[in-house]
């Protein structure tokens, strides 16, 4: 096996290739086996709390997972043996726990759509599927760097798309083609970092230097603004004709992350700041669903108290405190009285009510960590281009995580976003499979060894020494 | 580049932190006040999982729970004689909350109290299901029914209490509701509701408790109290008063109703007649700081929790001849049945006024007794010998005053009837007011009573305590001495 000269398993670095670093395969294939079973027990505790027994679909549940996991592992092992050991662990954890909470939903009375699990469960294994794809199939990252203005076409129409397709719930992140429904803005996270690592590696230089500086600070010259008046006007633009504040926020937020990074000068992030505070208050004027969303998050019970009925904000408020520090456990509790968008925009409540304070603290360090490996990816990777596609991807997803979460918990307005790998959407988890296969294909780059020179007597005889 | 990074991992960090923070805030610190949020439909999910406990009263449960079919709730309030009961009870409604002794021992009857703990962890060890405890009171069904059933169709409410003890045995208030009748979540049930809530007769208003009405001649027993306590007067002293009285400062002479001998009439004379002239009098010399005094010795200007929190009964700081009158219950001073029955079961107890309660007991599911009101003094209100006066004026009014019509044989009565104009120049029906005690022979004092009735649909010249309120006094004190018999 390739790998076997690089298990090191005494975590030293005693692997024999130059400057080298233990694989971790290993450690990543022992976490899985913990990211499998966590959800085959938590299936198990659903049915055996709602039921009163086992279910039936829990061996092919924890077999269906465990092989998709084994295979996703398989080919990390042949395709990118140095990739970071974390991440296929916690995606496979949420994504397992995710099915779990839709299975359980699916299984309340209150609710009345139609069961969400069969279906996530095969948009799942599509989303390892890309991933596995992208792991064979995208030999090096940097060859992304050559599509970087065909990225910035194909986010663009991914954005604008939606537009021309009928409001779903008040809001216009959808299109429907032949009767399948696809929120485009989650694939279009991803390109669009690629189109900014691009674009941003070539022009970083004339935005970091060229500027006057002012008050203490580098202000930009004139045409370097060019750019970000653009991102910025195409996310005013989403927000107001779209009226999709997560969408307009992530990608804003995206595009100011990418270019500090890129040019290493905090003016951009006051820039950024004020600009993106100056579009939300301008928006938040006129608009009315914006401003709805405001109310419900300054006062998430201001509607029960003017209708007697509970709205979604306030029936998540209640779900929270519910279930307060250990939650009610597994299949016991009545989030899905928030009905509507339970199983999707609002299934961290369940989490919140029947798993706890303990529950959401765990799946935050989740998501925590695996934004983390990402940035490490990013600190570790060599090339400058890699160095920013992993920022924004993990800057993405970190931002998803915030908005979604922080919404549904009324620390900012709500937006209509999917918590990443949890919530029922199947755009949603196949995007974060992507995403998450190029952050190990990055991570794999810059953690392998560097192709050891021609082979001389010298360097032989260095390692001899040296083992 | 890595330095920026190292900050964007810092900033991306500080977000899952905001995160872990804000949701400590809202399960940890504010977790309790969001979970039992009444608006929260949890709340009433957790009351109806398990048959709900019972309200007891002479050992009979008058509540119960019947298992439904729906998603939310798997059982139902129902009520026996919800009508009779329910201004004790209270209502327990899948749709519409909890009151009085539903809501207040909403814990005990769910099984959730803290005190049933021992209870809960046998029955999670045991697999059973969670079981409610019962809330034991100290009403008399046949006070509580005798009354209900005397006051008929008429408006107003009775309240009885053991004078000894202050348990309370009757608290009736009509017209009343069925609690029964809105306690499911169906649309009859909102039906039910609304059409309750848009009576004009307020059935759902507990005038036993929460209603403060006038109270006509009967506060001239307060008024008489102060007076013999202050040292002024005694029972059968003249007390120099013109009839008619003019009321200080002020043109308006006061009259007396029927041709009784008012002037100059002694204490208890007064009492016998009701004369008006006499206790304005008394009540302007006294002062109004006095007059405020003696009415909050009594519990006058305080909330009284009997557990279900009692309407204040009030007695204002006034000008002079507004504190005259107040001295016969006609100016702003306000007070409920309760407040009254509390007056004459004091002077009934030889001035110990006790607590008046009406939990007895809470009774977890296993039989034991998880707490028990002991009765308690409120304090002394009047002297053992000034109280004796007042008794004997009271059991002159009833033998051969006002209160005639409640005499029963073989027990002695005190009473004192009452009639409170009510409206600008006394243009709609006046409140007939009654209360009275009953002495048994071997010297105990079982009952005392407080009835008022608003404005029923008779001739006004027909109106008075004694026609109106009276009788459904005496039914309750025969019903209690019944009982003892």
Redesign the interface.
Known sequence: MSTSQATGTTGSNTTISPGGLPSRRNTELAMLVFAVLIPVFAYANVGLAINGEMPAGMLGYGLGLGLMAGVAHLVVRRFAPYADPLMLPIATLLNGLGLVLIWRLDQS??LVDPPGAPNQLMWSALGIALFLAVLVFLKDHRILQRYTYISMVVALVLLILPMFFPAVNGAKIWISIGGMSIQPGEFAKIIIAVFFAGYLMVKRDALALASRRFLGLYLPRGRDLGPILAIWALSVLILVFETDLGTSLLFFGLFV?ML???T?RTSWILFGLTLALVGAVAVASFEPHVQSRVQDWLDP?HV?RET?N?NQP?QA??A??????LGTGLGQG?SD?IMFAAKSDYIFATV?EEL??TG??AF??L??LL??RG??T??AARD?FG??LA?GL??AF??Q??VV??GV???IPLTGMTMPFLAQGGSSVIANWALVAILLKISDTARRPAPAPAPSPDVEMTQVVRS | ?????????I???L??V???V???W???A??????N?P????VA?ERYAQPRGNIIVDGKAVTGSKATEG??FKYKRTYRNGEIWAPVTGYASQAFGATQLESIYDGILTGDDDRLFFNQTIDMLTGEDQKGGNVVTTLDADVQKAGFEEMGDKKGAAVAINPETGAILGLVSTPSYDPSSFAGNSSKDAEKWNGLLKDEDEPMLNRALRQTYPPGSTFKVVTAAAALESGMYDIDEKTDTPDPYRLPQSTTDLGNDGNHPCEDASLRVAMQWSCNTVFAKISDELGNEKMIDYSERFGFNQEHFVPVRAAESVYPEDNRPQNAMAGIGQASNRATPLQMAMVAAAVANDGKMMEPYMMDQLIAPGLSVVEEHKPREMGEVVSGENAQKLQQMMETVVEKGTGVPAQIDGVTVGGKTGTAQHGENNEKNPYAWFISYAKTSDGSTPIAVAVVVESADVLRDDIAGSKLAAPVAKAMMEAALDGKR
């Open positions: 009375e209150r992350v500090y990074v890129a290493e019970f029960v007697g509970a306030a408020m209640w929270f405190g519910a279930g307060g520090i009545n009285l919140a706890g304070l959401v603290m935050v360090l998501y925590g934004v983390e940035i490490r990013a600190l400058p160095k920013l920022v993990s800057a970190a931002i995580v915030f979460a922080g918990m009324a620390l | 580049m890595n330095k920026p990074l190292r900050r964007v991992a900033f991306c960090g977000l899952m905001a995160l872990m804000r949701s400590n809202i399960q940890f504010q977790g309790d006040e969001l979970r949020d608006k929260n439909r949890r999910i998603t939310d």
